[in-house]
T-cell receptor, first 116, second 112 residues
Framework: DAGVIQSPRHEVTEMGQEVTLRCKPI?????LFWYRQTMMRGLELLIY????????DSGMPEDRFSAKMPNASFSTLKIQPSEPRDSAVYFC??????????????FGEGSRLTVL | GQSLEQPSEVTAVEGAIVQINCTYQ??????LSWYQQHDGGAPTFLSY????GLEETGRFSSFLSRSDSYGYLLLQELQMKDSASYFC?????????????FGKGTHLIIQP
């Protein structure tokens, strides 16, 4: 079975540009999570969805960040405008309800973003 | 808010046993998970404890004491492929009850 699929795997952009990261969750998983990982701050939960509905976006750093989930098989995380401090690895994870209850998330390989 | 503390780095010898500790402060605690992440890779789930006691899965075991807000991951018969970062993570009301809050991770170095 295919795991969580993220694209692009690597993105290098210049400050001020718009960045869109994409995620395809595992089929049948009704939860989707966006995390950001940096050396300084570790893995931070940005936002998560249940059945395509955003449940908690309290981790979204500021208005420059937005996330959508238009259907059960696709989500995007957009940064506009991007800044150098947004440089990080962004992970998407999905999980079925029964696994969320036991703390098990299935992570994609991540999108490594570098903002110059 | 939530906070999790774990050592930043642990060194052990191949074939030995190593314990990685995690202490946490949360509100409305539900359970403690452990994840493994190799350099450049994705975090992968290892174990979950909701109740006090030891859970064993092959060479890996995880322990939880809710009264002490403490848990640990025990790795036995260490192999070179176990060199990775290990994260504890809590599921609690602060994470929206469904999201996980992660510690900063413990880098495990295994020497031959």
């Amino acid at each position: 079975d295919a795991g969580v699929i993220q694209s692009p795997r690597h993105e290098v952009t210049e400050m001020g540009q718009e960045v869109t990261l994409r995620c395809k969750p595992i089929s049948g998983h009704d939860y989707l999570f966006w995390y950001r990982q940096t050396m300084m701050r570790g893995l931070e939960l940005l936002i998560y969805f249940n059945n395509n509905v955003p449940i908690d976006d309290s981790g979204m750093p500021e208005d420059r960040f937005s996330a959508k989930m238009p259907n059960a098989s696709f989500s995007t995380l957009k940064i506009q405008p991007s800044e150098p401090r947004d440089s990080a690895v962004y992970f998407c994870a999905s999980s079925p309800t029964q696994s969320v209850g036991t703390g098990e998330l299935f992570f994609g390989e991540g999108s490594r973003l570098t903002v110059l | 808010g939530q906070s999790l503390e774990q050592p930043s780095e642990v060194t052990a010898v191949e074939g030995a046993i190593v314990q990685i500790n995690c202490t946490y402060q949360t509100s409305g605690f539900y359970g403690l998970s452990w994840y493994q992440q190799h350099d450049g890779g994705a975090p992968t789930f290892l174990s979950y404890n909701a109740l006090d006691g030891l859970e064993e899965t092959g060479r890996f075991s995880s322990f939880l004491s809710r009264s002490d807000s403490y848990g640990y991951l025990l790795l036995q018969e260490l192999q070179m492929k176990d060199s990775a970062s290990y994260f504890c993570a809590v599921r609690d009301r602060g994470g929206g009850a469904d999201g996980l809050t992660f510690g900063k991770g413990t880098h495990l170095i295994i020497q031959p």
